[in-house]
């Protein structure tokens, strides 16, 4: 009986057909009052990309239609999460919904979020960005070790970012790059800088005199 239903073309077990898992965004507050952390249950990009201006936006597409807002002023896009700084002349009450709603159909879409070669083109890649390390002296790779380690995961669950600039072995000046929600608060950009100045100074002794903080 079982040949026969076999030959038949009997199915023994049926696969259930795949569901496709649902794009869900959710919001959360950052320390800038100018800048909301819009999160995706799903990744975005392998690496992060900042961009201040439309003019910026060659190499992702996403960052292109969210510019297409007159009220957005810059865009910070990580791993799962995009962080959007606003204009002050408008409220985040009136235009959150709009904006959860725009990244989620985007995503669902399946939409380009950034171009195949923006990685490449901002060195940005792990080969690009392993040859930049490994070119650094001891003192460099030390303060990114432990910029890494213990200064980025504390800024990334702020929708911010944290990039390493040059060391100056003479003046013992560290200057580091601030993106995405650490960038452009006074208040915030004062209180991080000294926490990365006092960390290092504690951890690296004399080798470090201050730091300087850039927004990105």
């Not at 073309?9 to 909301?36: D, R």
């Amino acid at each position: 009986k079982i040949e026969s239903y076999l030959n038949k073309g009997g199915v023994i077990t049926a696969e259930k057909p795949k569901t496709k898992k649902a794009v869900t965004i959710y919001t959360e507050s950052t320390p800038n009052l100018s800048v909301l952390k819009f999160v995706a249950n799903k990744n975005l990009v392998h690496t992060n990309f900042e961009f201040n201006s439309i003019e910026e936006t060659k190499l992702s597409p996403f960052a292109t239609a969210l510019f297409q807002f007159p009220f957005i002023k810059s865009v910070f896009l990580d791993r799962n999460y995009v962080s959007i700084t606003k204009f002050d002349v408008i409220e985040w009450n009136d235009i959150t919904l709009e904006l959860r709603k725009f990244i989620k159909n985007y995503i669902e879409d399946k939409k380009e979020m950034v171009t195949n070669n923006a990685s490449e083109s901002l060195e940005k890649t792990s080969a690009q960005l392993n040859q930049a390390y490994e070119n650094l002296d001891d003192t460099s790779k030390e303060i990114i070790n432990i910029l890494e380690q213990y200064i980025r995961p504390a800024v990334a669950s702020d929708g911010g970012n944290i990039v390493f600039k040059s060391y100056d072995p003479e003046t013992k000046l560290v200057k580091v790059i601030l993106q995405g929600a650490c960038s452009g608060c006074p208040s915030s950009t004062f209180t991080l800088k000294n926490g990365i100045e006092n960390m290092l100074k504690e951890m690296m002794g004399p080798k470090i005199e201050s730091v300087e903080a850039f927004n990105g």
